[in-house]
């Protein structure tokens, strides 16, 4: 007799690939799949893309799991698909739960300054509070940067930085780690607590958030 299985998508960070999701494991009860990113078109707005994204998720039911800047992308993708559940990690619910560095950057238009035509670096992304802070860690990070095209990476860095979402959806759960330094705990409210997780702790934490995730499910 099959098992019916549990289709769950995940959606990397900024400028990252699957590679990131290495060390999530769950049973074979579930298949995953990886949204890789598309690459925007001219001045497509946050909600264009969002649906765009959707198109690729097949079945009903699913679970949909962002990652930093994936997660503010599923948010959106949310009200183009009826899902299982929806799942944010190592990123926020809403503007308000941005870092006070963001909110200047967008309120200054920093981001624009940001040199992303000499391909990103995980330097540039911590100048401007959404990257890593140690060398440790920026290297790991710079790893896993895989995205380099420019027309991608202003429109990505822009739509984070000047995300609008005011409200949280009621339907989102939250994982956050407390030593997340791009998005710190401070600002986040209703959230799933990962102790010691920092922001690339879908990396190094994989075995506990796959658990955290099962739980979920």
């Known amino acids: 007799?099959?098992?019916?299985?549990?289709?769950?998508?995940?959606?990397p960070g900024m400028a990252a690939g699957s590679e990131i999701f290495r060390n999530i494991n769950f049973p074979e009860s579930y298949e995953?799949?990886?949204?890789?990113?598309?690459?925007?078109?001219k001045s497509e707005s946050l909600e264009a893309y969002a649906k765009r994204m959707a198109r690729r998720i097949k079945e009903k039911d699913a679970v949909l799991?962002?990652?930093?800047?994936?997660?503010?992308?599923v948010q959106e993708?949310?009200?183009?698909?009826?899902?299982?559940?929806?799942?944010?990690?190592?990123?926020?619910?809403?503007?308000?739960?941005?870092?006070?560095?963001?909110?200047?950057?967008s309120f200054t238009k920093a981001?624009?300054?940001?040199?992303?035509s000499l391909v990103l670096s995980a330097d540039d992304l911590t100048k401007y509070s959404i990257g890593p802070k140690t060398k440790k860690r920026l290297s790991l990070y710079q790893e896993y940067l895989h995205v380099r095209n420019k027309q991608y990476l202003d429109w990505a860095l822009e739509k984070m930085i000047t995300w609008e979402r005011k409200d949280k959806l009621k339907n989102v759960i939250h994982i956050h780690g407390d030593?997340?330094?791009?998005?710190?705990i401070k600002y986040i409210d209703g959230c799933e607590v990962i102790k010691g997780g920092t922001h690339i702790m879908i990396l190094n934490k994989g075995r506990e958030i796959s658990h955290k995730l099962l739980e979920i499910f």
Do not use: C
Not at 1 to 11: A, G, L
Not at 111 to 116: A, S, V
Not at 179 to 184: A, L, S, T, W
């Open 32 to 41: 995953v799949h990886i949204l890789e990113w598309l690459i925007p078109e």
């Open 65 to 73: 799991i962002g990652v930093s800047f994936g997660g503010v992308v």
């Open 179 to 184: 030593k997340d330094m791009v998005f710190p």
């Open 1 to 11: 007799m099959n098992s019916i299985k549990t289709h769950v998508y995940f959606v």
């Open 111 to 116: 981001y624009k300054l940001i040199p992303t």
């Open 77 to 105: 993708m949310n009200q183009f698909l009826k899902l299982r559940k929806l799942i944010i990690i190592s990123s926020v619910k809403s503007k308000n739960e941005l870092p006070r560095r963001m909110k200047l950057a």
